[in-house]
Structures are given as structure tokens and as C-alpha cells.
């Protein structure tokens, strides 16, 4: 016969288990629908295309404004100097990807066009979405 104090401790310890397992699934939901699955993080190597830049592809990095709703942007850089040589907003773009090793976690060698990015680097990201989660700019409502 079991001791009523040893059956508290057991049904306590069941309830903690059952706390965990609820907090640890909901935690994993939540990062599994977090922003940063439609938008790429800060940081990350990204190649766009922009009508007004011309037809080809062009690599930069990811950025964000330091506003709420957020305000994402692309900056281009000059290869010699290493200067912002045009920052775009997510309107301008017509297709983004991110590049699925230096996506924001590992800064990547440089920003600009390499013969060391393959076709297969890249991930598409959705403007649309982005779209949705991107500030709204001067004459856009």
C-alpha cells in the first residue's frame, strides 16, 4: 500500500510534466510562426532584382529601420570601397532571396557579387508577405 504522501508527490510531478510539455510546445509553435520566417534577419546576404538597377541579379544585405511598425530595406554596396551605393525599399524589388548560409547568423566574407554563391544558396523570399509586415512608405496607403 502506497503512503498518501508519496501519492501527492507523484501527481505533483505529474502535473509539472504536463506544465512542461504544454510550455514547451507552445514555445515551439511560436518560433514556428515567428516574422523571421517571412522575413529574413537583419544581416543576412540577400541578392534582389530591382526594375531600376537592371534585370540582374545584385547582392547586399538585409536591413531594418529602427521603427514600428518595422521598415526593411536592402542595401547595395560599391565593391571597392565598401560603401552603401544604393539602399531600396521592399517596394522597389521586384524578386529577394537570402542565402541560406550567411542568413543573419554568420556574417558572410562580403556583401557584394561572388563567384562563390551558387544557384543552389538561395532561398526565395515571399515580397508579398513581406509586404505585409514592411511600414507603409510616403504615397503607399
Known amino acids: 500500500m502506497r503512503h498518501?504522501?508519496?501519492l501527492v508527490e507523484e501527481q505533483m510531478l505529474t502535473r509539472r510534466t504536463a506544465l512542461l510539455v504544454l510550455h514547451l510546445s507552445c514555445a515551439v509553435?511560436?518560433?514556428?510562426y515567428s516574422p523571421n520566417e517571412i522575413a529574413p534577419s537583419v544581416g543576412s546576404l540577400v541578392r534582389i532584382v530591382a526594375p531600376h538597377l537592371g534585370s540582374e541579379w545584385r547582392c547586399g544585405m538585409f536591413?531594418?529601420?529602427?521603427?514600428?511598425p518595422p521598415c526593411y530595406r536592402v542595401l547595395i554596396f560599391e565593391t571597392e570601397t565598401n560603401r552603401v551605393k544604393h539602399t531600396l525599399k521592399i517596394e522597389e524589388l521586384?524578386?529577394?532571396?537570402?542565402?541560406?548560409?550567411?542568413?543573419?547568423?554568420?556574417k558572410p566574407p562580403l556583401y557584394g557579387e561572388s563567384d562563390e554563391w551558387n544557384e543552389d544558396d538561395w532561398r526565395e523570399i515571399s515580397l508579398i508577405e513581406l509586404q505585409k509586415l514592411n511600414?507603409?512608405?510616403?504615397?503607399q496607403e
Do not use: M, P, W
Not at 509553435?29 to 514556428?32: L, Q
Open 4 to 6: 498518501r504522501g508519496a
Open 29 to 32: 509553435t511560436s518560433f514556428a
Open 63 to 68: 536591413n531594418r529601420l529602427r521603427v514600428e
Open 94 to 106: 521586384e524578386r529577394l532571396q537570402v542565402h541560406i548560409v550567411y542568413d543573419g547568423s554568420i
Open 135 to 139: 511600414c507603409k512608405t510616403k504615397g
